[in-house]
C-alpha cells in the first residue's frame, strides 16, 4: 500500500492559529517573555517622566546637565556593563533560566530605587536595573523566535519590539495618575508609585516563566533531542505526535543550522565584519542607521521632554504628563503603520522619506523655537508641539520597524550574528553619549543645539540616499549579489529554507534479516513510512517504522525511546 507523498508545507497549520490547540497554547505562554520588551519601554519612559514631576526633581535637588545627562544615561551603563555576560549565560543556561536572572536584577534595582534618596543612589539602582533588562532582552526574542509555530515568527518578532511601545505608555500615564491622586503635588509617592510599577512584569516573569517551554533549539544545542522534539510535538503538530513530519523537519533543520554554525564560527571573526568590500558596504549602512536611530534628535524627547516643553514655555505638570502620554500612543501608531508599509512601499524609499520628512519637520521646531526665545511670539511655542510629533511621526515609518529588519536582510548568514551584534553595541553606544551630551547641551545653549541636529540630520538624509540599497523582494542571493557582486556568500545557497522538503510515503515490507537492535516475527508484513530531506546537499534519507524505530540506508538504527525521536538523522 502507497501513500502518495506529501510535503512538510501540507502539515502546516493553515487555519486560524486559535484553533490550533497547540499553538494557542504556545501564544499564550509566549505573552511571558514578551513582558520584557513592555519593562525595557516602561524604564525609558519611566526616566522621562519622572523629570516632570516636581516631588522628584525636589528629592534630588533638581538635577540639570551632565548630572541629568549621568542619571538618565546610567540605565544604558548597567547595560553595556553586563552585556558580554548574557550571551555566555543564555548559552550555557539556557533562556528561560537567562531572564530570570534579569527579572531577579530588575526587581532588586526597583526596590532600592523606590526608598533612594540620593543622586548617586538612584544612579546606582538605574544601572542595576540596566544590568538585568539587559539579560532579559537578550533572552526574551531568542526564546520568543526559537518557539513561535514557523509561519508565527516574523509576526511573533515584530510583536515583541511593539511591546516597547506599550510599556512606555503604560509608564507615561501611570506619572500622571500618580501625581494627580498624590496627598500633595510634593509627595514623594507621585514618583515612588511609577517606580514600583515597574517591578509587576518582571515579579510575573518569575513566577509564570516555568510554565512556558524551553528553547527547543538550545536543548537540541546541548544533547537532549528527545525533549525538543516532545515540546514541538505539544506546540506544533497536530494531536501531539512526536512522528509528525513538520516536528521531523523543525528538527533537521535546528541540527543542520547549528553544524553549520559550528563550521562558520571556526573561521569566522569580528574582522571578517570588514575583510571583503561587500561586507565593508554592509557594515557602512548598519553602523550608520545605528546612529541615526540615536542621533536624530529623537532622544531630545524621548529622554528630557521636560527640558524641551520647558524650553518653550509649557510649565504645567499636567500639560507635560499628558503630551508625554499622547506621544507614546502617538509613536505607537507610527511604528505600525511604518511596519505595514515596509513591503508595499520598499525600505530605501521609507528610510528617505522618514529622513527628509524628520528634517523638514525639525527644521521648522528649530524655527519655533528661536522665535520664542528671540522674540515675544507667544504662538511660536504652541506651534512647537505639533511639529513634535510630526517630527516623531516620519522618524517611526522607518527606524522604529526597519533597524533590526533591514540589519538582518543584507547580512549572510556566516557574519549575521556578529554583524547583529555590532548594530546593537553602536545602538548602544550612540544612546548613551545622546543621553549625557543631550542635556548638558540643552542647558549650555538652549534652541541653538537644535541647530546642530539640522544640520546633522541634513548628513544623514545626503547618506541614506547614497547609501541604502533597496532589499525588498529580493531573495537571498540576490540582496548578496548588491553588495558582493557575483561573489556570492556559499552559505547563502546553503542555508536557503525554502528548498528544505520532507517527503512521505508508507508502504509494507517484508523483512526477514534479522538484526541485533530489533527483529520482527518471522515473515511478518512491516509498515514503513519513509522520509526523505531536501537539503542543497546530497539526499538523506531515512526510514521509520511504526513501532518507533529508525534506520537510514547505509543501514543506522536507532531506539526512538533511548535517544528520542528523531536520533536516527544522521548526515
Known amino acids: 500500500m502507497i501513500v502518495p507523498d506529501r510535503s512538510v508545507g501540507s502539515v502546516i497549520h493553515e487555519g486560524p492559529w486559535w484553533r490550533h490547540r497547540g499553538v494557542l497554547l504556545l501564544n499564550l505562554y509566549l505573552l511571558i517573555p514578551l513582558l520584557t520588551s513592555c519593562a525595557n519601554g516602561y524604564d525609558s519612559s519611566l526616566a522621562n517622566g519622572l523629570q516632570i514631576l516636581p516631588a522628584w526633581q525636589h528629592t534630588f535637588g533638581h538635577p540639570s546637565g551632565r548630572t541629568l545627562g549621568i542619571i538618565t544615561s546610567a540605565q544604558m551603563i548597567g547595560s553595556l556593563a553586563a552585556l558580554p555576560f548574557t550571551p555566555l549565560c543564555a548559552d550555557r543556561f539556557g533562556r528561560r533560566v537567562t531572564l530570570v536572572i534579569g527579572a531577579v536584577l530588575v526587581l532588586a534595582g526597583v526596590g532600592l530605587q523606590a526608598v533612594a534618596s540620593t543622586v548617586g543612589h538612584f544612579i546606582g539602582t538605574r544601572m542595576l536595573v540596566g544590568a538585568g533588562l539587559i539579560f532579559g532582552t537578550n533572552a526574551a526574542p531568542l526564546l520568543i523566535t526559537e518557539l513561535a509555530y514557523p509561519t508565527q515568527r516574523g509576526k511573533a518578532t515584530s510583536l515583541y519590539n511593539t511591546g516597547w511601545y506599550g510599556g512606555s505608555i503604560v509608564a507615561a500615564w501611570t506619572c500622571l495618575v500618580a501625581y494627580n491622586r498624590a496627598p500633595s503635588p ?18 510575573l516573569q518569575i513566577f509564570l516563566i516555568w510554565f512556558v517551554p524551553e528553547s527547543p533549539r538550545w536543548l537540541i544545542s546541548k544533547g537532549r533531542d528527545g525533549k525538543a522534539s516532545r515540546i514541538l510535538a505539544r506546540f506544533h503538530a497536530v494531536g501531539f505526535d512526536e512522528r509528525d513530519p513538520l516536528v521531523l523537519y523543525e528538527v533537521a533543520q535546528i541540527r543542520e543550522a547549528l553544524k553549520m554554525e559550528k563550521k562558520i564560527n571556526k573561521r569566522a571573526s569580528f574582522s571578517t565584519l570588514f575583510s571583503t568590500p561587500g561586507n565593508r558596504k554592509r557594515m557602512r549602512i548598519i553602523l550608520g542607521i545605528a546612529c541615526f536611530s540615536q542621533w536624530s534628535g529623537n532622544g531630545l524627547v524621548s529622554y528630557y521632554i521636560n527640558l524641551v516643553l520647558e524650553d518653550v514655555g509649557v510649565k504645567s505638570v499636567r500639560a507635560k504628563a499628558t503630551i508625554n502620554g499622547c506621544l507614546q500612543i502617538w509613536n505607537l501608531a507610527a511604528a505600525l503603520t511604518g511596519a505595514l508599509l515596509v513591503d508595499r512601499v520598499g525600505r530605501r524609499t521609507l528610510f528617505i522619506i522618514s529622513n527628509a520628512g524628520m528634517l523638514i519637520a525639525f527644521s521648522v521646531w528649530a524655527l519655533t523655537s528661536s522665535l520664542y526665545h528671540t522674540s515675544p511670539m507667544p504662538g511660536a511655542a504652541k506651534a512647537t508641539i505639533p511639529f513634535i510629533f510630526l517630527f516623531y511621526l516620519f522618524y517611526g515609518l522607518a527606524y522604529t520597524p526597519m533597524l533590526v529588519t533591514y540589519t538582518l536582510e543584507i547580512l549572510p548568514f556566516s557574519i549575521r550574528a556578529k554583524g547583529f551584534a555590532m548594530m546593537n553595541l553602536a545602538v548602544s553606544i550612540a544612546l548613551a553619549f545622546s543621553q549625557f551630551v543631550d542635556p548638558w547641551a540643552l542647558d549650555a545653549i538652549s534652541w ?44 547563502v545557497a546553503r542555508m536557503k529554507e525554502e528548498v528544505i522538503v520532507i517527503s512521505i510515503s508508507r508502504h509494507q515490507t517484508r523483512d526477514d534479516d534479522q538484526n541485533e537492535d530489533y527483529a520482527y516475527p518471522p515473515g511478518k508484513p512491516r509498515v514503513v513510512e ?42
Open 448 to 491: 541653538k543645539f537644535y541647530l546642530v541636529y539640522c544640520g546633522w540630520l541634513g548628513f544623514e538624509l545626503v547618506f541614506v540616499i547614497l547609501f541604502v540599497v533597496e532589499t525588498r523582494g529580493r531573495t537571498l542571493e540576490e540582496t548578496a549579489a548588491l553588495f558582493d557582486g557575483e561573489e556570492k556568500p556559499g552559505d
Open 186 to 203: 510634593n509627595s514623594p509617592w507621585s514618583w515612588r508609585v511609577p517606580v514600583l510599577g515597574q517591578a509587576l512584569g518582571p515579579l
Open 530 to 571: 519513509s522520509y526523505e530531506l531536501e537539503l542543497q546537499r546530497p539526499h538523506l534519507v531515512l526510514e521509520r517504522d511504526l513501532v518507533g524505530y529508525y534506520k537510514s540506508r547505509d543501514g543506522m538504527v536507532a531506539r526512538s525511546t533511548q535517544l528520542g525521536c528523531n536520533s536516527c538523522l544522521y548526515t
